[in-house]
């Protein structure tokens, strides 16, 4: 099932058949965090070179159903 649909409350995911979500949310009932993708966060000024940096942190999140094999039989990066 692939849906673009948007304010689907966190509650209803599981009941739909999803079997991935890339969601803003590591954490969703029903769901395994699978991976996440950084994004920008902040700008960092500093002494030295070079005197910008940027910081990332996780800001999307991929998950997997628990109740699909194909996602409970793989190896997967995780969520930290």
């Not at 692939?2 to 509650?11: D, F, N, R, T, V």
Request: hydrophobic content about 40%.
């Amino acid at each position: 099932m692939y849906s673009k649909e948007e304010g689907i409350l966190i509650e209803e995911f599981r009941l739909r058949n999803f079997t991935f979500l890339i969601n803003e949310h590591s954490k969703i009932e029903g769901f395994k965090c699978l991976f996440a993708v950084n994004g920008f966060s902040k700008i960092r000024l500093q002494s030295g070179f070079p005197p910008i940096s940027l910081v990332e942190e996780p800001k999307v999140f991929v998950l997997g159903n628990i109740k699909s094999e194909y996602v409970f039989n793989r190896n997967w990066a995780g969520c930290s």
